[in-house]
């Protein structure tokens, strides 16, 4: 069956992604059609070239992944910073969490499941040096996303 990512492992994808997962470890994972994933960005959804990002939380729970209402529990009333510093978004990184983006796949993908490694909360802010978002979330990994295979939901 040819399939998105078919042959993807956490060999296969650039060491600055490896870099994103504890321990650099994660592990493939199968996600079917309508399958509902989330993220918060201040970026639109898709890039001018119709690609879409490849970092994504799921909505239901996934393997070890809690799902958005255990993590919008957990989160509590600053769910966005709760976020900002379990999916480890550093600062630098200009991303304001601003919106919450929805979508659902249209076909059956392959991506990598693992957690957030931790990351400086703002390389570039002097004071903040040694200060790290702790990351421990479960995100998917899903390179080579296009308006082809995902429908905007939110």
């Known amino acids: 069956m040819n399939m998105l990512n078919n042959n993807i492992n956490i060999q296969s994808i650039p060491e600055d992604h490896r870099k994103a997962f504890r321990n650099k470890n994660a592990n493939p994972v199968t996600l079917k059609s309508n399958h509902l ?23 239901d729970p996934l393997g ?33 969490l601003r919106d919450l983006k929805v979508i659902k796949l249209k ?32 995100q998917v990994y899903i390179p080579n996303l296009t308006r082809i295979e995902v429908e905007e939901i939110q």
Do not use: M
């Open 37 to 59: 994933l989330f993220k918060f960005t201040g970026n639109q959804l898709f890039r001018s070239d119709g690609s879409v990002t490849e970092w994504w939380f799921s909505v």
């Open 64 to 96: 070890n992944a809690p799902g958005f209402t255990k993590t919008y529990e957990r989160g509590g009333s600053n769910l966005k910073e709760f976020i900002r510093a379990r999916a480890a978004v550093s600062k630098h990184w200009g991303n304001s």
């Open 107 to 138: 076909c059956p993908v392959k991506g990598l499941l693992g957690q957030c490694s931790g990351q400086p909360f703002d390389e570039n802010e002097p004071g903040y040096k040694n200060v790290t978002f702790i990351g421990g979330e479960w």
